[in-house]
């Protein structure tokens, strides 16, 4: 089944285009800074196999290119999106695998159309990669906007030199989107 795969991305009936990120920054949207190479500033992203902050590999080959954010001091600004083409009345899941490389956990939300459909937590522990999956029905859309946030900003009232000790930190291998068969 498309929907569940352990350590590779499935091979075919992924919705989400580039959602290994193999293809680096391309396919996707974010309302976050793309900073080549240096993601140590807030609300920022880039598409790589590894930064300085990062001592770890991505979740399907070890060597593979993941989406590297670096939190927002403020709440709900998204750092993916992508618009799909769906089939009216059919359930959809959505999947994607992340980790932290600072401690402590982000919240986070899934949303399509701008509405809240599911939420997670990025894991504790740093270098510890975690699955989150959540199924959507489409209703009448023949397209939707799919898109993850973090659900809570990062400063905490400190003063500017000490946010970035505040700011959490995730990277995501890759996204998978699947159509679930009745």
């Known amino acids: 089944d498309v929907c569940s795969s352990d350590l590779n991305p499935p091979s075919s009936g992924n919705l989400i285009t580039n959602g290994d990120f193999s293809q680096g920054d391309s396919g996707f949207g974010s309302q976050y800074v793309l900073t080549p190479g240096n993601i140590g500033g807030a609300q920022t ?16 080959t070890g060597s593979g290119k993941m989406l590297g954010v670096n939190g927002s001091n403020l709440p709900n600004i998204i750092f993916w999106q992508q618009t799909v083409a769906v089939i009216p009345n059919t359930d959809y899941v959505f999947s994607f695998w992340n980790s932290t490389w600072y401690p402590g956990s982000t919240p986070l939300a899934f949303k399509v159309d701008g509405a809240t459909v599911g939420t997670a937590q990025t894991p504790a522990g740093t270098a510890q990669w975690q ?13 939707a906007q799919f898109s993850l946030q973090a659900t809570q900003g990062f400063d905490v009232g400190r003063s500017e030199e000490h946010t970035s000790e505040l700011q959490s930190r995730f990277g995501i291998s890759y996204a998978v989107f699947c159509l679930k068969k009745k």
Do not use: E, P
């Open 45 to 60: 992203y880039d598409v790589a196999t590894a930064w300085s902050v990062l001592a770890y590999g991505d979740h399907t």
């Open 131 to 143: 699955k989150a999956s959540f199924t959507w029905n489409s209703g009448n859309k023949s397209s």
